[in-house]
Every structure is written in structure tokens, then in C-alpha cells.
């Protein structure tokens, strides 16, 4: 099992930025995918930037090129960059991942609301 806690949510004028930052309970060394999912009210979860096999890297459409995945192995922890922020970036954010132990379980953390004004 692994526990994650999202950090680094709040409010933000349109075309700035900020920084999610999730914390692993164990080494993220151990997991199969990590990453980022949002949901905005009204509208389904939806995939934010994910780290998949090694270090390969899959992002959403509408975030190409604004937001970037990193993640620093030494911490537990997986970041998302958000640049360019927009009023339709609004939504809470969450950490997820998928162990290598167990491809069939997938974890989620409590998610981090962030709020982007126009």
C-alpha cells in the first residue's frame, strides 16, 4: 500500500503559476505509473500528467506545453509545474499511482483544489 498527500493548491490570477507537490509514503521507485488526475466540478476525472514505464511521460491535450511532471526519487515525491494558468484549469487535483507489487489497485490521494480566476 502507499499513502499520498497533495500539497500546493490554492488561488492563482490567469497566466500564473503554481506548483503541486505529492508526497509518497513508501519509495516511488516502487510504482508502476504516478502522477496527476483533476476533476473540475460538473465533469469527470481526467488525466493531468502521469509517469508510465521508466521515465516516460503522458500528458493531458489541454495541458501540453504548460504543465511538467518531475519527481524527485530521493524525497518520494512527484511534482506538477503549472504554467499559463487558466480559468478551465480550475479543479482539484490528485495524486495517484499504480504499484508495480499490484497493477490492480490503484491509490489516489485526498486531492488539492486549485483555483484559477480570469
Known amino acids: 500500500q502507499v499513502q499520498l498527500v497533495e500539497s500546493g493548491g490554492g488561488w492563482v490570477q490567469a497566466g500564473g503559476s503554481l506548483r503541486l507537490s505529492c508526497l509518497a509514503s513508501?519509495?516511488?521507485?516502487?510504482?508502476?505509473?504516478m502522477g496527476w488526475y483533476r476533476q473540475a466540478p460538473g465533469k469527470q476525472r481526467e488525466l493531468v500528467a502521469l509517469?508510465?514505464?521508466?521515465?516516460?511521460?503522458s500528458y493531458g491535450d489541454s495541458v501540453k506545453g504548460r504543465f511538467t511532471i518531475s519527481r524527485d526519487n530521493a524525497e518520494n515525491t512527484v511534482y506538477l509545474q503549472m504554467n499559463s494558468l487558466r480559468p478551465e484549469d480550475t479543479a482539484v487535483y490528485y495524486c495517484?499511482?499504480?504499484?508495480?507489487?499490484?497493477?490492480?489497485?490503484?491509490?489516489w490521494g485526498k486531492g488539492t483544489l486549485v483555483t484559477v480566476s480570469s
Open positions: 513508501r519509495s516511488i521507485l516502487s510504482s508502476k505509473r
Open positions: 495517484y499511482a499504480v504499484l508495480t507489487e499490484d497493477i490492480l489497485t490503484a491509490y
Open positions: 509517469f508510465t514505464s521508466g521515465d516516460k511521460t
